[in-house]
């Protein structure tokens, strides 16, 4: 499968998420699951096909990592959605996965069959999209703020309020698993479990800030808006961590990370 076809691929998911998240402002739900799987299977027979065509994970380049991010974020919606009939979240998390395919379109990249040594590993492949996952839900709990605080009118209930802090508890828990996983493969790859790598010092950042709003929100139940602020600084956060770390003149030359750039 060469990465010429993404477009046809991608083109299709995003007709079946758009009409998945009309559906749902028109209160069809049978209408919005069946669109949105229906993108998201055509999404993911992408990334499957890519993963035989390269006879390796396609979580190599930043691009390789935006097509997982691509189809985890309506898949994050879906649940929201699910779980809390939210009729918006379906538009914003489209959107979001949109705006990361036409990057991907932009900026097509050469995709190598080959992986250096550090990365043929078994943790690899677990590590990277539980990461993309977490990444994934804690985005969709900073959609969640920016609508709190930009969109809706009027003081945010318990009930949304809730809603972004049960997302940051799941997004934490695989942010957690992903940075074990990361951990076990450090140890198998360089001897040693972490060793304050650039990357890694932004991971713990990121980290320990989205665990510093948890036990702020435990603590402070009504200053919500301090949180919900707080929740896009953690986001900022993930996003250094995810590639911003990449540029920076402390990573080059020494990050065991900086083959992720795209």
Not at 105 to 128: D, G, N, Y
Not at 182 to 201: I, M, N, S, V
Not at 222 to 239: D, E, H, S, T, Y
Request: aromatic letters at 18%; proline letters at 4%; one cysteine or more.
């Amino acid at each position: 499968m060469s990465w010429n076809y993404f477009i046809l691929f991608a083109a299709v998911a995003t007709i079946g998420w758009i009409t998945g998240a009309i559906a749902a402002w028109k209160g069809n739900r049978r209408t919005t699951y069946i669109s949105t799987l229906a993108g998201l299977a055509v999404f993911f027979s992408y990334i499957l096909t890519m993963w035989i065509t390269l006879e390796r994970p396609p979580l190599r380049t930043m691009g390789e990592t935006r097509l997982w991010y691509s189809f985890f974020l309506p898949f994050a919606g879906l649940m929201i959605y699910s779980r809390w009939h939210y009729k918006w979240i379906l538009s914003f998390s489209t959107l979001l996965a949109v705006i990361f395919i036409v990057i991907n379109i932009l900026r097509p990249e050469i995709h190598s069959k080959t992986l250096m040594p550090a990365l043929q590993s078994p943790w690899f492949a677990p590590h990277v999209i539980v990461y993309m996952f977490a990444y994934a839900l804690l985005g969709a709990a900073t959609v969640m703020a920016v609508y709190l605080l930009f969109f809706k009118k009027g003081s945010p209930t318990v009930h949304e309020m809730e809603i972004s802090d049960n997302l940051v508890y799941v997004g934490l828990s695989f942010l957690t698993i992903g940075m074990l996983f990361g951990a076990l493969w450090a140890k198998e790859a360089w001897g040693h479990y972490w060793a304050w790598d650039p990357k890694e010092t932004w991971a713990a950042a990121t980290w320990l800030g989205y665990l510093a709003y948890i036990h702020y929100r435990l603590n402070n139940r009504k200053n919500v808006r301090i949180a919900l602020w707080g929740l896009i600084g953690c986001f900022l956060l993930l996003q250094m961590c995810w590639w911003g770390v990449n540029y920076l003149p402390a990573a080059q030359g020494v990050s065991i990370h900086t083959y992720n750039v795209g």
